[in-house]
């Protein structure tokens, strides 16, 4: 089984949209850690957010919203009134404590298009 | 800020070539990763190394090999090329420690096999 899970291979929306991205997790470690990255046409990943298990609060950037459930193992990302400049591979990855320290395990991305 | 790069960001090799692709970090990050990417599959680790001269197998090490013989730089080596190594190989480094660094990634060279 997939450890993350990005059901949604592509969404497009039209741009002051508000869009989310589904990542669904998977681990028997208490202790882990949750990580969105993008990856823009330009191809180098950007990192985003970090979040560790111990800390449910959602959290709020700008226009970027990140709701972590334990109980359904989502965490999801949400991009409020999206942008063209929006466009990109967004990817969902987890890192446990049981695995190596120094690991993430990647979802298969969402890619987002972003309409004018 | 943390600079990644990469050696080039188009590659075009011929099947059974001994193909190099370097990395280098610049902010004295004891790990190093390369990944693969490929549509539907997401990055998938082939190697990892944490120090010089060291090395771990990631999930898709076979056809690959590493080297690090200085902390900045971690290359990767196709022996012998192949058309099914056609892909997009991502570099990345992040700071010693536990589960809660994130990596930081190069731009990614893609490299065609024909």
């Known amino acids: 089984a997939q450890k993350v899970t990005q059901a949604q291979t592509e969404i497009s929306v039209v741009e002051k949209e508000d869009v989310t991205l589904d990542c669904v997790y998977e681990t028997r470690d208490t202790t882990y850690y949750l990580f969105w990255y993008k990856q823009p046409p330009s191809g180098e990943l950007v990192f985003l957010i970090r979040?560790?298990?111990?800390?449910?609060q959602n959290e709020i950037s700008g226009r970027y919203s990140w709701n972590f459930q334990k109980s359904t193992s989502s965490f999801n990302f949400t991009i409020t009134a999206s942008q063209v400049v929006d466009s990109a591979v967004y990817f969902c990855a987890l890192s446990e404590a049981s695995g190596s320290a120094r690991q993430l395990t990647f979802g298969s991305g969402t890619q987002l298009t972003v309409l004018p | 800020d943390v600079k990644v790069t990469q050696s080039s960001r188009y590659l075009v090799k011929r099947t059974g070539e001994k193909v190099f692709l370097e990395c280098v970090q610049d902010?004295?990050?004891?790990?190093m990763f390369w990944y693969r990417q490929d549509p539907g599959l997401g990055l998938r680790l082939i190697y990892f190394s944490y120090d010089v001269k060291m090395k771990e197998k990631g999930d898709i090490p076979e056809g690959y090999s590493v080297s690090r013989e200085k902390k900045e730089r971690f290359s990767l080596i196709l022996e012998s090329a192949s058309t099914n190594q056609t892909s997009m190989y991502l570099c990345a480094s992040s700071p010693p420690g536990g589960i809660s660094y994130e990596q930081y990634f190069g731009p990614g060279t893609r490299l065609t096999v024909t």
């Open positions: 902010m004295d990050h004891e790990n």
């Open positions: 979040r560790n298990s111990f800390d449910e």
